[in-house]
Nanobody, 127 residues
Framework: QVQLLESGGGLVQAGGSLRLSCAAS????????MGWFRQAPGKEREFVAA????????GYADSVKVRFTISREYAKNTLYLQMSSLKPEDTAVYYC????????????????????WGQGTQVTVSS
């Protein structure tokens, strides 16, 4: 089992920045690809960004490309999402997710490839 705990959410004005963190605990010795998803009120959960087990490959939703950066720090078992140039449409609950993998360089944009989820952290962007 892996437990994921997000932090760093909050209220920010449009154009501002936030950095989300996701601390992993438990069986972190295994290999995991990781990702960030978000869910706005009345909408389905959507992919934001993902990173491979190796950290060499990353992927982004078109809506956040260039503005958001995903990274991971293995020594701290922590995943990050640096968000800049935030827009009101980025307002959502952001979830961290991890999926067991045998593939070093593959990441996934769909929820089916993720086994563990955090509780989420609220990001609100005011106009």
């Amino acid at each position: 089992q892996v437990q994921l705990l997000e932090s760093g959410g909050g209220l920010v004005q449009a154009g501002g920045s936030l950095r989300l963190s996701c601390a992993a605990s438990g069986r972190t010795g295994s290999s995991y690809h990781m990702g960030w998803f978000r869910q706005a009120p009345g909408k389905e959960r959507e992919f934001v960004a993902a990173i491979s087990w190796s950290g060499d490959n990353t992927g982004y939703a078109d809506s956040v490309k260039v503005r958001f950066t995903i990274s991971r720090e293995y020594a701290k078992n922590t995943l990050y999402l640096q968000m800049s140039s935030l827009k009101p449409e980025d307002t959502a609950v952001y979830y961290c997710a991890a999926g067991r993998t045998f593939y070093r360089n593959t990441y996934y944009a769909d929820t089916l490839h993720y086994d563990y989820w955090g509780q989420g952290t609220q990001v609100t962007v005011s106009s």
